[in-house]
């Protein structure tokens, strides 16, 4: 299994989570026509941001419908990691609330940040490679 993301995307989701280094930032990715195309960033409400994201409800609706308007589906949930690696943890894992969508999980936890993807089928989270498509 394999992600196709624009370099501007996966750009986007890295320097928002630049942006708060030292808290989960979060966003949705909308797709259409096969493609992921868009990066809508969600406002972080958890009472404990360091940590854990909950998306605000009202800016998540927000997202979803200028999903709409675009044409697009959510295909993507992403959030940062400050301070453990890009992979779901035991929150992520017992929080996940959307199947059938990709996991894009940042870590900020070595020099050099990195962005994976795990596609949640429900039940398991599932490893997939990203391929970043400079056109």
């Known amino acids: 299994m394999k992600v196709v993301l624009t370099a501007d995307l996966y750009h986007q989701m890295l320097d928002h989570a ?10 949705l990715l909308g797709e259409s026509e096969g493609r992921i195309k868009s990066y809508y960033p969600v406002d972080n409400i958890s009472e404990r941001q360091e940590r854990a994201f909950l998306m605000d409800p009202a800016d998540q609706l927000r997202a979803l419908r200028c999903m709409c308007d675009n044409g697009e589906i959510m295909t993507g949930i992403f959030h940062s990691h400050p301070n453990t690696p890009a992979r779901p943890s035991a929150r992520d894992r017992r929080e996940a609330q959307y199947a059938h969508v990709y996991y894009f999980i940042a870590s900020l936890q070595q020099t050099t940040p990195e962005i994976k993807t795990f596609y949640f089928d429900g039940n398991e989270f599932q490893d997939v490679s990203i391929s970043i498509d400079q056109g």
Do not use: K, M
Request: charged share 10%; glycine share 10%.
């Open 18 to 27: 630049l942006s708060q280094p030292y808290l989960e930032v979060c966003g």
